[in-house]
């Protein structure tokens, strides 16, 4: 290493750059990160394990999935002329379309929103600018209007539900955005089984590309994401994705998963009762104000200054949720949980309730 200069041997921005940070949960009820908790029956897991045992380890797998994308075009309803690119989880599909663009390109979301947009593109030394949202987390149209203007950006991420304020934005907002904006507006629907059907999947066309991905349902150690787009904009995508970047394991478990979509449906059910049963639970302590979710976790404010100690308190107790007071700005005094199953909830409320 010491014939190394990492200052001459890496870009600027990498160097600049802070490594995303997991928690280690071993030994946690974890809570952080918005993960379906409910696994599959054992005769489920059984029927799984023996079409696997005809997965063709020894060949490489279609490298355009697809099977899988046939179905999942089917069962998300996009017409024909509408095409999917498939991604090793939605973190991939971000890299490739930032990649995609020339350099100096602008690139314009809300803060906060998901951190990967600002960290690839970041990484990639394209501009980014993030535009706060409204104090009741609701998107601040004039100043989005105004940095569209001023920007002019190649790509606008925004994610519907919010992450981390698990709202939905306005639709109408989101369509004047729509109109103003001369690049590509990327609607990330991540959260998509937990909004009530709300969704902009059927105003796919031109510039809009609506993002989504399996984890959230209940396959996130799958890795799978998906984009659907126009044919032009895709087959762009498409030159500078990795070739088999859809392992064959993945292809054949995600096909599997999605031809006993009721049992996803059944437990995504029991998350949102989950979810209204624990929003009025956290609104009923003192000092804790919960927010409204469409999505799978709830973001709480707690009193002044007693975030990160009340984080430590709950996680001391064997449950783990998500800090994200340090992030400042609307996330200030808040953290976040995900939505577990019943009795997971009921351990983080007796956790935060010991912690207040």
């Not at 380890?57 to 179905?71: G, I, Q, V």
């Not at 009762?273 to 104000?289: S, Y």
Request: proline residues 4%; glycine residues 4%; aromatic residues 8%.
């Amino acid at each position: 290493m010491s014939k190394l200069n990492l200052q001459t041997l890496f870009r600027s921005e990498v160097l600049a750059l802070s490594a995303y940070h997991v928690a280690d949960a071993q030994g946690f009820i974890k809570l952080d990160a918005m993960e379906n908790p409910y696994t599959w029956s054992n005769n489920l897991k059984l029927t799984w394990l023996a079409r696997l045992k005809n997965c063709p380890l020894n060949r490489y797998p279609d490298p355009e999935a697809r099977e899988l994308t046939a179905m999942l075009k089917t069962l998300n309803q996009i017409p024909d002329n509408i095409e999917l690119l498939l991604g090793n989880g939605s973190d991939e599909i971000i890299q490739l379309l930032l990649m995609a663009l020339p350099e100096n390109s602008h690139i314009l979301s809300t803060t906060p929103s998901f951190v990967m947009y600002k960290q690839i593109s970041d990484s990639l030394g394209l501009n980014y600018h993030g535009v706060s949202l409204r104090a009741d987390f609701e998107l601040d149209l004039p100043a989005m209007l105004a940095a569209i203007e001023h920007h002019n950006p190649a790509i606008i991420f925004l994610a519907y539900p919010n992450n981390p304020t698990g709202n939905l934005f306005d639709v109408e907002a989101i369509n004047k955005i729509i109109d103003a904006a001369n690049g590509l507006v990327i609607i990330d629907e991540a959260y998509e089984p937990f909004a009530n059907n709300a969704s902009f999947i059927n105003r796919v066309a031109n510039n809009v590309l609506v993002m989504r991905t399996v984890s959230k349902l209940g396959l996130a150690g799958l890795r799978l994401g998906y984009i659907a787009g126009e044919r032009e904009i895709i087959e762009q995508l498409h030159k500078i994705r990795l070739p088999y970047n859809i392992n064959v394991l993945t292809q054949t478990t995600v096909q599997f998963a999605l031809e006993h979509k009721d049992v996803f449906d059944e437990q995504t059910a029991a998350i949102c009762a989950g979810r209204t049963l624990m929003l009025n639970e956290l609104n009923a302590l003192d000092g804790i104000t919960a927010f409204e979710s469409a999505a799978n976790f709830i973001l709480f404010k707690t009193p002044e200054n007693q975030a990160t100690k009340i984080f430590e308190a709950i996680k001391t107790q064997g449950v783990l949720i998500k800090n994200v007071h340090p992030q400042g700005g609307l996330l200030t005094d808040c953290l976040r949980v995900t939505v577990g199953t019943p009795d997971e909830n009921q351990a983080f409320l007796r956790a935060l309730k010991s912690a207040l």
